[in-house]
T-cell receptor, first 116, second 112 residues
Framework: GAVVSQHPSRVICKSGTSVKIECRSL??????MFWYRQFPKQSLMLMAT?????????EQGVEKDKFLINHASLTLSTLTVTSAHPEDSSFYIC????????????FGPGTRLTVL | GEDVEQSLFLSVREGDSSVINCTYTDSSSTYLYWYKQEPGAGLQLLTYIFSNMDMKQDQRLTVLLNKKDKHLSLRIADTQTGDSAIYFC????????????FGAGTRLAVHP
């Protein structure tokens, strides 16, 4: 159990377009979901935390109007990169936590975004 | 990730033990984790240790925690080529939604 999927796994888009990335918990209820960004050969940086039905809490320096997060259900969170630019190219990883399972976060496989 | 520090690279011979070290800064962290990431993939939780423990062993993996020095280590016994990956330590900051703070990752290369 505790499987998290992401879709798409890889996306290439033109500068100025918006891209939506989905994160789903397949066999548990994700009361909290986290979105991370990872640059090549670097660590994961937390972008935002969202609870189902609530507005996301963004980390310092992350533009909330640029990276729209929606956690509309207990199994789905979406990250929309609006008006994407080449500097937004990165590996985006989500994780999910179920309150009943305690502290563990379960990670998705990641989405590679390339903005041309 | 600058609050959690790891050496960036470790090279070991197949069959030897690997020891990956990590230092963290928040003494209130309740859990400390080791994750494995293979190229192009997400993170796989290897093991974790509760902050009131000194050691945890799980098959080939041994985690040592020195809370006084805020030092965490992961020992992999009988290292295999399949262990080649990037290993991240992370601390679970107390309070709020228990966000994880990651180190920069240690790239483990296993050679014959």
């Amino acid at each position: 159990g505790a499987v998290v999927s992401q879709h798409p796994s890889r996306v290439i888009c033109k500068s100025g377009t918006s891209v939506k990335i989905e994160c789903r918990s397949l066999d548990f209820q994700a009361t909290t979901m986290f979105w991370y960004r990872q640059f090549p050969k670097q660590s994961l940086m937390l972008m935002a935390t969202s609870n189902e039905g609530s507005k996301a809490t963004y980390e310092q320096g992350v533009e909330k109007d640029k990276f729209l997060i929606n956690h509309a259900s207990l199994t789905l969170s979406t990250l929309t990169v609006t008006s994407a630019h080449p500097e937004d190219s990165s590996f985006y990883i989500c994780s999910a936590r179920e309150r009943a399972r305690g502290h563990e976060q379960f990670f998705g496989p990641g989405t590679r975004l390339t903005v041309l | 990730g600058e609050d959690v520090e790891q050496s960036l690279f470790l090279s070991v011979r197949e069959g030897d033990s690997s020891v990956i070290n990590c230092t963290y800064t928040d003494s209130s962290s309740t859990y400390l984790y080791w994750y494995k990431q293979e190229p192009g993939a997400g993170l796989q939780l290897l093991t974790y240790i509760f902050s009131n423990m000194d050691m945890k062993q799980d098959q080939r993996l041994t985690v040592l925690l020195n809370k006084k020095d805020k030092h965490l280590s992961l020992r992999i016994a009988d290292t295999q080529t399949g262990d080649s990956a990037i290993y991240f330590c992370a601390e679970n900051r107390a309070g709020g939604y228990n966000k994880l703070i990651f180190g920069a990752g240690t790239r483990l290369a296993v050679h014959p």
